[in-house]
């Protein structure tokens, strides 16, 4: 799984590149994909909060460092 931290410099990297480009048509289209990979780290970080309030285990930074 991708680490907040990298989702977030993947982000600020498509906005320099939509900031560079003068094509609309490629601008919309960058801005829709940004958009979409918003939704889904908001989806993701409410399914987590979900798990959260539901006890559900989770696994640990560590647990996921040492099986890669």
Request: charged residues 30%.
């Amino acid at each position: 799984m991708i680490s907040n931290k990298d989702l977030h410099e993947e982000l600020n990297a498509i906005g320099e590149v939509i900031k560079a480009l003068e094509s609309p048509y490629e601008k919309t289209m960058l801005k829709a994909t940004e958009l979409q990979i918003k939704l889904l780290y908001n989806l993701r970080t409410n399914m987590v909060t979900v798990m959260k309030h539901l006890n559900v285990p989770m696994k640990s930074n560590e647990a996921r460092k040492e099986e890669e």
